[in-house]
């Protein structure tokens, strides 16, 4: 027997039959394995996504942690860039009060040292016109009396050519009262004295004596020196006695 015969006896169609089945079969196993793998494949897929996407949240998350941290340490430092702010905002107004403080100082001390110059200079004017005051005041008082000295000398050399006693008396007379007279327009008064009440403000007591009666207690009985007032106020004190 030949090789195909051989071979055509063996394949019976029900082998035929056997062995295409087993070929389908084989073939269906194939393929499900092959869908199995890819389900396989597709959930090991669908889990490295979703572990991605895990990995993906919690970086997320750790990113949106690390954001805030930075942010609320990002508030202090704000807040302490506003407290610098603040504190540069209040030195420049303390600065600008002391600049301005500084100023009135100045400003208070050139008139102080103006108004110290000015009075100093008016202390030094008056006290210079004072003296000079005083230098001249008693000129035109002096003045006044001279003719009462011409008067004086006439009688003088009068009385030594003629020295008759009453016509010396009268002329010391005239010359006296001229002279009362000239110190009297100069506001020059006497101080009343004999038979007034005594006054410590005009008058000085320079002995006590008996009183006669009761109504010559306590008044003036003599005059010792007269007193003198100069436009009402006292030029020297009446020296008189006063009855006790």
Not at 141 to 157: N, S, T
């Amino acid at each position: 027997m030949t090789l195909i015969g051989d071979w055509q006896k063996l394949c019976t169609p029900e082998k035929v039959c056997y062995s295409k089945n087993l070929k389908h079969n084989k073939t269906a196993m194939i393929k499900h394995d092959k869908e199995k793998k890819d389900i396989k494949e597709e959930k090991e897929s669908q889990k490295a996504a979703e572990k991605s996407h895990k990995n993906e949240n919690s970086d997320n998350s750790t990113l949106d942690k690390k954001t805030e941290e930075e942010a609320d340490q990002k508030e202090p430092e704000s807040e302490d860039e506003k407290t610098e702010v603040s504190g540069d905002i209040e030195m420049d107004e303390k600065d600008k009060l002391i600049i301005s403080l500084e100023e009135k100082n100045n400003e208070l001390n050139e008139k102080f040292l103006r108004l110290f110059s000015e009075f100093d200079n008016y202390r030094k004017r008056t006290q210079k016109e004072r003296q000079e005051l005083l230098k001249t005041a008693s000129s035109d008082i002096i003045e006044a009396i001279l003719p009462v000295v011409d008067d004086l000398e006439r009688a003088y050399k009068s009385a030594v050519e003629n020295p008759d006693m009453e016509t010396i008396t009268e002329g010391i007379n005239l010359i006296r009262t001229k002279l009362n007279t000239t110190l009297r327009h100069k506001g020059l008064e006497e101080i009343p004295s004999i038979g007034e009440e005594f006054n410590t403000d005009f008058h000085e007591a320079i002995t006590h004596v008996p009183a006669e009666d009761k109504k010559s207690k306590g008044k003036i009985v003599d005059e010792v020196q007269k007193g003198y007032m100069l436009n009402g106020k006292v030029l020297r004190f009446a020296k008189v006695v006063v009855a006790n």
